[in-house]
């Protein structure tokens, strides 16, 4: 069984030039599939984030139309809500 880190980002929104805000967050997809894939294989996954913050979810990659349907946005959902490593990631900085 083999550990491995998943780097996550901890933005919650970007700014843009005109100096206004547009939400963003990690895409459900690049997080969930390989999570699932490596921890149905037996391995052990630890998140880390800049700072420590937990991460937040796009929510445009969480929406049928991006998820492959509504059975891929709910699968998607499911994986990441059954993450409790997305719960309390380490702080980068900490990470040997």
């Known amino acids: 069984m083999a550990k491995i880190l998943f780097i996550v980002t901890g933005a919650r929104y ?13 895409w459900a997809e690049e997080f969930a599939m390989p999570y699932k894939k490596v921890t149905e294989a037996g391995h052990e996954v630890t998140v880390g984030t800049p700072g420590g ?6 929510m445009m ?8 349907g509504e059975d891929g946005a709910l699968e998607l959902e499911n994986i ?4 409790e490593v997305m719960r309390r990631p380490l ?3 900490d990470v040997r």
Do not use: E
């Open 14 to 26: 970007w700014v843009l030039k005109d100096g206004t805000r547009y939400a963003t967050g990690y």
């Open 53 to 58: 913050v937990t991460p937040n979810v796009d």
């Open 61 to 68: 990659s969480l929406r049928p139309s991006m998820a492959g």
């Open 80 to 83: 990441i809500r059954s993450a």
């Open 91 to 93: 702080k980068l900085s």
